[in-house]
């Protein structure tokens, strides 16, 4: 048998260093107000930016799905899972990027999977990467065989090096860069306008993983390559559906070429089954209320812009966050933590970061406002924020 000694003595070390993740289970549906441990709480820390994820027409779109098509895709998409449906959500979302097409996968996490080794997977290729990327680009990356460069946050210098060293010294034979669209534990949006140059100079293919500016950026939420206006120039979109869009998947946009491509070779596309029928119709609905109104992204930039100003007000230091992604910086991983606890004792859930998610030292409360926290839940997490921090000494 396994000694698990070894892994009960790891996981108090990281308790004793206040890095130990607290699980929390939430007893209601998502929304503004959630309800844990019996009590009802002032939800900050969910991506449903925009309230999708209990909204009434998600609901019923996904009810009539099951209706319509049952609950189980039955096999991978290669074989016998894709529905008219996937294809018509496929369809949508290629529209609403302005895109020319798009494949649908089963989450964000499985899209990067399934974009970065199937295209640039040989020994002789090249990904440069932000150092900030997601977990999941960087796990993407270490699936293919391509040499690694990485570049410091948003250094667009550092940037021009690796390229340099990718073409002239590497003598690469496919040079990538990935960048996050939004970082995720920051709320800073990449130069993408720079890398794009920079790409087009070196020849270069781009992707940009724009999980946090989906629903978010851009015109009614079309995200980074709209909010830059950039349509064209950028190889390889990410996208996931499990943030603002409030249900679940992940997908990649970019040329038909591309995209007919990944529909033969993805891996997570060909050996694992597709999201079913009531996710895609629920995704589907959401797309369509956005084409329909922007009203719910403005509602969540002008919740996101009062907040973020009052907290500045107060003296906490949200860092460089340019979205409605508030990082309240602690630094230190036991003072977050029990900034997260005192939160909780008064109502409001929002939970500490710690590493490995953020660098070591660098612990916060994220918050993550949405658009339908109303104005006084606003200024109940505003009076919060303020009583714990003086009494934990940070404002
Ligand atoms: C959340 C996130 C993902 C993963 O998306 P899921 O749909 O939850 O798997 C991928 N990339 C980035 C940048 C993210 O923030």
């Given amino acids: 048998m396994f000694n698990y000694k070894i892994l009960e003595d790891e996981m108090e070390a990281l308790k004793n260093e206040g890095l130990l993740v607290n699980i929390r289970t939430i007893e209601s549906p998502q929304g503004a107000w959630v309800v844990v441990n019996d009590k009802k709480v002032l939800n900050l820390c969910s991506n449903n930016y925009l309230g999708f ?87 993407g990356v270490k699936l293919s065989k391509a040499k690694r460069y990485v570049y410091k946050h948003c250094d667009m210098n550092e940037l021009e090096q690796r390229l340099k060293e990718a073409r002239d010294v ?96 993805a891996r997570p596309f060909l050996f694992s089954t597709g999201l079913t029928p009531a996710d895609v119709a629920a995704c589907l609905e959401a797309v369509r209320i956005l084409q329909e109104s922007d009203e719910r992204v403005r509602r969540l930039w002008d919740n996101a812009n009062y907040f973020k100003s009052e907290m500045k007000k107060l003296g906490f230091d949200i860092g460089s966050s340019q979205t409605p992604i508030t990082p309240v910086m602690l630094y230190d991983a036991k003072v977050s933590s029990q900034f997260s606890r005192e939160l909780f004792n008064e109502g409001i859930f929002a939970q500490s970061i710690g590493y490995p998610t953020v660098p070591k030292g660098k612990a916060r409360i994220r918050v993550m406002i949405s658009a339908v926290h109303t104005k006084p839940d606003l200024d109940f997490a505003l009076e919060r924020f303020e009583k714990i921090g003086r009494k934990l000494g940070v404002i």
């Fill in 170 to 265: 590497q003598n690469a034979r496919r040079v990538l860069i990935i960048t996050d669209g939004v970082f995720s534990m920051d709320g800073d949006i990449a130069p993408l306008p720079d890398i794009v140059n920079l790409a087009e100079r070196y020849d270069a293919a781009v992707m940009v993983d724009d999980a946090h500016g989906e629903g978010v950026l851009g015109k009614s939420g079309r995200g980074i390559i709209d909010h830059f206006g950039l349509h064209g120039r950028v190889d390889m979109e990410i996208g996931t559906l499990s943030k603002a869009f409030g249900v679940l998947g992940g997908y990649i946009a970019g040329r038909e070429t591309l995209i007919k491509y990944l529909k033969q070779k």
């Fill in 53 to 139: 994820a209990n909204d009434e027409r998600l609901k019923k779109a996904a009810m009539k799905a099951i209706e319509e098509w049952g609950v189980g895709p039955g096999a991978v998409r290669t074989i016998a899972g894709t529905f008219k449906i996937h294809e018509e959500l496929e369809r949508t979302l290629a529209q609403f990027k302005g895109a020319d097409a798009t494949i649908f996968l089963q989450s964000g996490f499985l899209a990067n999977q399934a974009a970065i080794p199937t295209v640039f997977g040989d020994e002789n290729d090249a990904i440069i990467s932000d150092e900030l990327n997601h977990a999941s680009i960087i796990d």
